[in-house]
């Protein structure tokens, strides 16, 4: 994957492996996310195939902690896609607020999820993200969460 001066946030390919990692503060193997599949200005979309190894697994099945890293990490992939992409630092970014998580099913070793995240609002630090993952096109599991991004970072 190559980052240019292109300032269109829509990707052309999947974002998979060391490009992958580049966008991550978080490394492996801390890492709940496969492939960056899509982002535009307020969303994004990832992939990640939960493997038997991964850490936050429990009796062959992510833990709902691996699932809001998920989602936090889906966000993360975004804003280190778009810094990439701009020739900017990644910022580091932490979970401020979890509200209204909701899971319905653990994914299982070997299936794959899909998380989507929309940004509802941006105050100063705070980004404010609802997320969403689905199993083979079904809901499994929502939230919304606040990410404080350190501004020394930036």
């Known amino acids: 994957m190559t980052f240019g001066k292109n300032h269109s946030a829509d990707l052309k390919e ?15 193997p801390f890492v709940f996310l496969t492939a960056l599949t ?13 493997e038997a ?9 992510l833990n709902q902690s691996g699932l809001i890293e998920n989602i936090a ?3 993360a992939a975004k804003l280190g896609y778009e810094c990439n992409r701009d020739n900017k630092k990644v910022p580091l970014g932490f979970i401020a607020d979890l ?16 998380t989507h995240v929309k940004i509802e609002n941006k105050v100063f630090d705070i980004t404010i993200i609802s997320g969403t993952v689905t199993l083979n096109g079904e809901k499994i599991a929502s939230c919304k969460m606040k990410i404080f991004i350190d501004p020394n970072e930036q």
């Open 73 to 75: 990490q889906t966000s």
């Open 14 to 28: 999947a974002v998979t492996g060391s490009a992958l990692a580049a966008l991550l503060p978080q490394k492996y």
């Open 99 to 114: 509200k209204d998580f909701v899971c319905t099913r653990l994914p299982a070793v070997g299936e794959e999820i899909t």
């Open 53 to 61: 190894t991964q850490l936050l697994c429990d009796n062959g099945n």
């Open 38 to 50: 899509d982002v535009s200005e307020t969303e994004a979309t990832s992939v990640f195939k939960i």
